[in-house]
T-cell receptor, first 116, second 113 residues
C-alpha cells in the first residue's frame, strides 16, 4: 500500500513553454501533498505544501506564479511550471501524507524536467 | 533551528560490514524522525522511522538509535550489501506542522562486493 505515482517520469520542453506534472496517491487518500525539487547530488528542497481544496503554501523564495500547484482532490495534485527556463531543469518529486493523521510521507518516483 | 545536520557526506563499506550514518538536530519540537533511501533517478523510499519516546527501533538489518538528550539519531545498516548502495537521507518533522519534513544533506553509501 501507500503508492504514489507521478506523470510524466521525464519531460523535455522548450524555453517559454509550460509543463504540468501530476502526482497521484493510488491506494490511499492524501489530505496533504508536498512538492520538492532536487538538484544532482543534493538534498530535497521543499517547494510547497498543498492541502485538498485550498491554496498551496509556498516556501520562501519559491515563485508561486511560476510554480502553480493545484490539489483538486484527495488523490491528485498537479504542479505546473509556467514559462519554463533552462534554470528550471531539475528533478521534481511529490509526496503524500495519509488522511488519518499519520506522520508518514510517501514519495512519488519523481519527474525529470529538462528545459532546452 | 530547523536544520538537520547529516554526516558523513559519503561512506564506503565492505560487504557484510556495518554502515553508520549520523544526524543531529536543534529544534526540540521535532517529534518524528524518518530515514529515506534513494536510488539514482528515483524518489525517496521510507526505510524506518522513530519517535522520541523510544531510544532504538529495529527493522530487519536497519536500526535507528535515538539520543534525545544529545539531539542526535543514527541509522545502522547491519550486514551491508551492494544492493544497499544508495543515498540515505535523515529527516525530522513536527506533527503540528502538518508533517512538513526537514531533510539532512544526504549520505552517499557505497557497499563494495
Amino acid at each position: 500500500g501507500a503508492v504514489v505515482s507521478q506523470h510524466p517520469s521525464w519531460v523535455i520542453c522548450k524555453s517559454g513553454t509550460s509543463v504540468k506534472i501530476e502526482c497521484r496517491s493510488l491506494d490511499f487518500q492524501a489530505t496533504t501533498m508536498f512538492w520538492y525539487r532536487q538538484f544532482p547530488k543534493q538534498s530535497l528542497m521543499l517547494m510547497a505544501t498543498s492541502n485538498e481544496g485550498s491554496k498551496a503554501t509556498y516556501e520562501q523564495g519559491v515563485e508561486k506564479d511560476k510554480f502553480l500547484i493545484n490539489h483538486a482532490s484527495l488523490t491528485l495534485s498537479t504542479l505546473t511550471v509556467t514559462s519554463a527556463h533552462p534554470e528550471d531543469s531539475s528533478f521534481y518529486i511529490c509526496s503524500a501524507g495519509r488522511i488519518a493523521g499519520s506522520y508518514e510521507q510517501y514519495f512519488g518516483p519523481g519527474t525529470r524536467l529538462t528545459v532546452t | 533551528q530547523q536544520q538537520v545536520k547529516q554526516s558523513p557526506q559519503s561512506l564506503i563499506v565492505q560487504k557484510g560490514g556495518i554502515s553508520i550514518i549520523n544526524c543531529a538536530y536543534e529544534n526540540t519540537a521535532f517529534d518524528y524522525f524518518p530515514w529515506y533511501q534513494q536510488f539514482p533517478g528515483k524518489g525517496p523510499a521510507l526505510l524506518i522511522a522513530i519517535r522520541p519516546d523510544v531510544s532504538e527501533k529495529k527493522e530487519g538489518r536497519f536500526t535507528i538509535s535515538f539520543n534525545k538528550s544529545a539531539k542526535q539519531f543514527s541509522l545502522h545498516i547491519m550486514d551491508s550489501q551492494p544492493g544497499d548502495s544508495a543515498t540515505y537521507f535523515c529527516a525530522a518533522s513536527i506533527e503540528t506542522s502538518g508533517s512538513r519534513l526537514t531533510f539532512g544533506e544526504g549520505t552517499q553509501l557505497t557497499v563494495n562486493p
